[in-house]
C-alpha cells in the first residue's frame, strides 16, 4: 500500500491551496489519516488528523484556517488551506494506518512543498 499527495506549490499570503492523499494497493483498510508537515530547521508537526468515525483534530496554529476531510470509497485524505501564512511554508506529508493481512502499519506519503510568500 502506498500514499500519494498532490496539490503543493507556491502561493501567496492569504491564498488557498488544497492537498490530497490517495491510497493504492490491494486489500487494506484505512483508520486514522493524519497530515504532518516539517518546516526547514524544525520537527515535524502534526497539522490534523481524521478519524474513521470522522472525528478532526487541529494543531493550534491552523485551526480556523485548515480543514480535513476524508472519501473512503475513494481511500484519499484532503487537506483544504486557507488563509495561508509564511509560517505555513513546509513539506506536508500525508500519514494513515493501514490494516492488511499482516497486520496494522504506519504508511506514510513521499512529501508535497508548501510555499507561502509573503
Known amino acids: 500500500v502506498q500514499l500519494v499527495e498532490s496539490g503543493g506549490g507556491l502561493v501567496q499570503g492569504g491564498g488557498s491551496l488544497r492537498l490530497s492523499c490517495a491510497a493504492s494497493?490491494?486489500?487494506?483498510?484505512?483508520?486514522?489519516m493524519a497530515w504532518y508537515r516539517q518546516a526547514p530547521g524544525n520537527r515535524d508537526e502534526l497539522v490534523a488528523t481524521?478519524?474513521?468515525?470522522?472525528?478532526?483534530i487541529y494543531a493550534d496554529s491552523v485551526k480556523g484556517r485548515f480543514t480535513v476531510s476524508r472519501d473512503d470509497a475513494k481511500n484519499t485524505v484532503s487537506l483544504q488551506m486557507n488563509s495561508l501564512i509564511p509560517e505555513d511554508t513546509a513539506v506536508y506529508y500525508c500519514?494513515?494506518?493501514?490494516?492488511?493481512?499482516?497486520?496494522?502499519?504506519?504508511?506514510w506519503g513521499q512529501g508535497t512543498q508548501v510555499t507561502v510568500s509573503s
Open positions: 494497493g490491494i486489500k487494506f483498510v484505512i483508520s486514522s
Open positions: 481524521i478519524t474513521s468515525a470522522g472525528s478532526t
Open positions: 500519514q494513515a494506518v493501514i490494516t492488511v493481512a499482516s497486520g496494522a502499519y504506519d504508511v
